[in-house]
Every structure is written in C-alpha cells, then in structure tokens.
C-alpha cells in the first residue's frame, strides 16, 4: 500500500525487521484522529433479512424504443428539453404525469354527468404524456440522471399512473370496468416482462410490435372521442346476456396473450445461451 511505502528511496528495513514494524502499526495508528476508518463488520445481507447500507450498482441499460411514434416523439421531447426552464426539474416532471394520471380518472368518471368533461380527460392525458416522457429526457439532457432511484421513481409513478388511466375508463360510459380491468391486467403483464429483461439483459423494451405508451394514450383518447360520437349504443349492445364490447375485448385480450406467450418462447430461445452463462 502506498501508505507503507517512501516513494523508493529507502529500501526499508530487514525482513524481520519490518515484520515487527508492521505489527507495530496499529498501535501507531490508534493515536490518530479516526475518520470513518473504524473496521464495519461484514455481515450477509440475505442471512440479515436487512438490505446493504451502500445502494447497489446503477440500473445501466439500453433503451430500445421501436413504436410507430417513436421517432417524433424523440425530436420532440429533446426540443421540448433545450426550451425547459432550469427551474423546472425532472422530478417535478414526474410529479406531472401523475396529476394528469389523476384527471383522466376524474375526467371519465365525470362524463357520467356531462359528456364535456371528456377534454379533462384528454387534457390529462396530454399532460400525463408531457410529464412521463419529458422527466427522463430532460435528465439525460442536463446530465443529472439518476440510474436507480430515477429508475425506480419513474416506472412506480408509470405502473400508477396507468392503473388510474384504465380504472377511469373503466368508470366512463364509453367503457366497461370489466374491459378495463382486462386491459389493464395486459399492460402490467407486458411491464413485468420488461422489467425482468431490465434485469436480466439490461435492455429496456419501451415497445412491442410498434406499441408503446405514447400510442396507448392515442388509442384511449381515440376510443373515448368515437364512443361520444357514436353514442350509448356502442356500450350497450349485447349479444346472449353479455356485452358486445366485453366480447371484442376479450378476443382481442385472448389475441394479445398469445403474442406475449410467443414472444417470451422466443425471447427464452433467442437469449438462453447468454442466460445459461
């Protein structure tokens, strides 16, 4: 150690010698000023049943985003990024998405009363949009991120915010909570699988098959503007007791369950070598 070393110019003592030199040395040290030298006892953190005081390493991964908007929404997102006030952080961003989150629920679930109440609902969705996609962008920009606890805040607002979006509509007259709660079991379905990749190849899939958050937004918006247009009928027609809506979605909840099956089969085959190391 270079703390027992003198730059080379003396060769020190003899070995036997030194040998009591060094033993010597921790009485030596006891006289100075100790600052977080003190020795930590090592313990197992899984026999502790009690987490490391030092985080773990950062989630470095790579993003992966193939949606059909993905491109735009990338050159708007840095635009947007270079205008954002420095008072503005990602944080607050963050905090954003949830708020809109919360006014798409309060939004559908309102429209019970008066259909005009839908442009709350899509105005939190544009707001939900603006704030979860924009918080990362503006960190990477400002070169402020933080690999695990920006990681962490982000996708736990992500899985609430999505809970509150799919429950709203369930709650609106333009959907059923039946066919919402099947949606939502999907999308939380297709998360787990993503972030077990995170973990296991360090790659963070923010699509698949050209569907990704920002398209999902669009379909809702989509959904609940034709539904208006359209009237109650859509909702309410029914073919042997069950609701025609309800049907459509669970075929189209059955479609997109085997995708996910195969894409896991193949994921697991594409992969297995690297996972087997």
Known sequence: MKLSQSDGADQGPPRAKRKTTL????????????????????SDPIQDGAPDKEP????????????????????????????TPSAVTPDQLTLLGLVGALLVLVGFAACNASPWFVSIAILGLFLNWLGD????????????????????????????????????????????LFSAQLALSMYLLMTSFTYLKVL???????????????????LVMAWALFALWYGPGLIDAQYMGVRVIDLTIFGCWSLVFVAFLWKVWSDTMLFRPLLDK
Do not use: W
């Not at 920006?150 to 996708?155: A, P, R, S, V």
């Not at 607002?157 to 979006?165: A, E, P, V």
């Not at 709203?168 to 007259?173: D, E, I, T």
């Not at 963070?204 to 669009?218: D, I, P, Q, V």
């Open 133 to 176: 996609s924009l918080d990362g962008t503006l960190a990477r920009y400002r070169k402020i991120e933080r690999p695990d606890f920006g990681y962490f805040l982000d996708h736990s607002c992500d899985l609430i915010s999505q809970t509150l979006i799919f429950v709203g509509l369930g709650l609106s007259p333009y959907f059923t």
């Open 56 to 83: 773990g390493k950062p989630v470095h991964h790579v993003r992966v985003n193939n949606s059909f908007l993905g491109t735009h929404e990338r050159n708007i997102l840095q635009s947007l990024a270079a205008r």
């Open 200 to 218: 296991v190849l360090k790659t963070h899939h923010l699509s698949y098959y050209g569907m990704g958050a920002t398209e999902l937004r669009f």
């Open 23 to 42: 033993a010597e040395l921790p009485s030596t040290q006891s006289n100075l000023p100790q600052q977080g030298s003190e020795p930590t006892p090592k």
